[in-house]
């Protein structure tokens, strides 16, 4: 791995992204002791294993363990946080898939994950090491050979074609979905306790209690994590952090930085260094 980032707490804290030669697949391996993950989101299925430690993580309002010889099987946008269980924290690599994609290279749609952690050790070490074999790819096809066996021994734990438990964005609450829908679309915006309770018919201290029931974060949670998944996809499109910042509502580079550093381990510069995307400075 890279150099450790300035934000991590612990010189043995690393984490990396890289992009191999097909869009829809973003991969990531790290090793964290200190760092605690913010909750955040991926607009992708995060398939992957732990390869030494236990991480321990809050997602779909429950605290769950992974320890080593795990696999990891997160549905696209689940809030979900990260830390380390043991003083010796935990090394994993992971697999960020667009669903568009997983449909396309299996013919199936309406795959879903019940339970996020795994214990099964033969998959895992087997799902690791494809997981190498995607980073280290050097074409297209090797790329497509390694996804297609990994997706293959995934897919006894999926469920296929059938209705995935109601996701945040969707959820029966109608009033309660307007006002998420309103984080998703104004993200940029000061929005407000008022404006956000007063879109779903509440009094704020009514609606703040059950938007925290429903989606298992504060408004505030939920509005970062999605300012943050937008500023990763206009970070990999190779737009500056500066610009970046403005775009998404922060208040400034420096922001930018502290938040994204806390919700994916890196800085946006070293982000953007690790696909090779870092904006080129005008001549």
């Known amino acids: 791995m890279q150099a450790v980032p300035d934000h991590f707490e612990h010189p043995q804290d690393a984490a990396e992204f ?15 002791v200190r760092h605690a993950f913010d909750p955040h989101t991926h607009e992708a299925f ?3 294993a732990i390869e030494a430690g236990v991480e321990r993580f809050r ?5 769950h363990l992974a320890p080593a010889d795990s696999l990891v099987l997160m549905n696209p946008d689940e809030l979900h946080t990260g830390r ?17 994609l997983l449909a396309e290279v299996t013919g199936e749609r309406g795959w879903s994950f019940a339970q996020p952690a795994v214990h099964e050790v033969r998959t895992a070490r087997r799902v690791s090491r494809l997981l190498g ?32 438990s109601p996701s945040p964005a969707v959820r ?28 779903a018919d509440l009094s704020p201290f009514h609606f703040l209690r059950r938007f925290r ?52 381990g890196v800085t946006p510069a070293r982000y953007q260094a690790q696909l090779r995307t870092r904006p080129v400075p005008a001549r």
């Not at 997602?59 to 605290?63: A, I, L, M, T, W």
């Not at 029966?172 to 879109?199: C, P």
Request: charge should be positive.
């Open 213 to 264: 029931q429903r989606y298992h974060a504060t408004p505030h949670q939920m509005l970062m994590a999605v300012r943050l998944v937008r500023a990763k996809q206009q970070l990999a499109a190779g737009v500056s952090p500066a610009s970046v910042a403005a775009d998404v509502g922060l208040v400034d580079q420096p922001h930018l930085t502290r938040r994204f550093a806390r919700m994916y």
């Open 46 to 48: 995060g398939l992957g």
């Open 18 to 32: 890289k992009r191999p030669a097909r869009p829809g697949i973003e991969l990531y391996r790290a090793r964290i």
């Open 59 to 63: 997602y779909r309002g429950g605290e």
């Open 133 to 164: 074999t995607l980073w280290d790819a050097p074409d297209r096809l090797a790329v497509d050979c390694a996804l297609a066996n990994l997706l293959q021994l995934l897919r006894p734990h999926a469920r296929i074609g059938l209705a995935q």
């Open 84 to 100: 380390a269980e043991t003083a010796q924290g935990w090394r994993y690599r992971m697999l960020y898939l667009d669903a568009n």
């Open 172 to 199: 029966a609450d109608a009033a309660l979905a307007r006002a998420h829908a309103l984080i998703q679309d104004r993200f940029a915006d000061a929005l407000s306790l008022e404006r956000l309770a007063h879109e």
